[in-house]
Each structure stands twice: as structure tokens, then as C-alpha cells.
């Protein structure tokens, strides 16, 4: 699965599905455990490697979703600052007179860079 050709709902979707399949296969390992441990019974242990195993791979793809969504959600923040910040500008300049204008573009550029 390639998160990046993923929309951002699809990845919150299958952020919370692979939650509720962290938490089924943890459960069932902790089953498996407190089985032992009450009978000293325990499980079939490539049954128990494939579950560790697949808690791995889940655990992974889980991070992945998250890394993925965080960026997105910090592009789209900037995106919207930056237009806010154009906007703010625009208003600015019909708001204000030229000169007045000119002098704090000036020195926000001389602060920005």
C-alpha cells in the first residue's frame, strides 16, 4: 500500500482501522500469554511468530499513515497561512496609503530575509 496515492480521508480511515487491528492482534496475543501462564498450555508458536510478526508489520503501516497524514496536515497549514498572509497584503495595500504601504513592506522584507 503506497500512502502517497492515498486522499488524506482515505488515510484517516485506514489510520483508524489499522488501530482496531493493532488492538485484535494484541489482544490476542495477550490471550495467548495469560493462557500459559494459568495452564502452562501454550499457543502454537508459529501461530504466535505470525501474529508478532503481523504486529509488526501493523505497527509499521500504522506509523507510515501517521507520518504521511502529519505532512499533509502541515502543508495544508502552510498553504493556508500563506494565503492568508497574500490576502493580508492585499488588503493592506488598498487599505493603506503607497508610502505608508511601501515602508512596512520594506521592512518586513528586511526582517524576513
Known amino acids: 500500500m503506497n500512502v502517497k ?4 480521508e ?3 480511515g485506514r489510520i483508524g482501522a ?4 493493532l488492538a485484535e492482534i494484541k489482544a490476542q496475543i ?3 500469554k495469560a493462557h500459559a501462564a494459568e495452564t502452562g498450555e501454550y ?4 501461530w504466535f511468530n505470525r ?3 503481523a504486529l509488526r508489520f501493523k505497527g509499521r503501516e500504522h506509523q507510515s499513515l501517521l507520518l504521511e497524514c502529519g505532512r499533509r496536515k ?3 497549514r502552510r498553504a493556508y497561512n500563506a494565503s492568508v498572509e497574500r490576502e ?3 488588503a493592506a495595500r488598498t487599505k493603506l496609503d503607497a508610502t505608508t504601504f511601501r515602508i512596512l513592506m520594506d521592512e518586513a522584507l528586511a526582517h524576513a530575509g
Do not use: P, Q, R, W
Request: aromatic share 4%; hydrophobic share 40%.
Open 5 to 8: 496515492d492515498m486522499s488524506t
Open 10 to 12: 482515505d488515510i484517516e
Open 18 to 21: 489499522v488501530t482496531a487491528e
Open 30 to 32: 495477550a490471550g495467548a
Open 43 to 46: 499457543s502454537d508458536a508459529d
Open 51 to 53: 501474529a508478532n510478526l
Open 74 to 76: 502541515k502543508e495544508e
Open 88 to 90: 493580508f497584503i492585499n
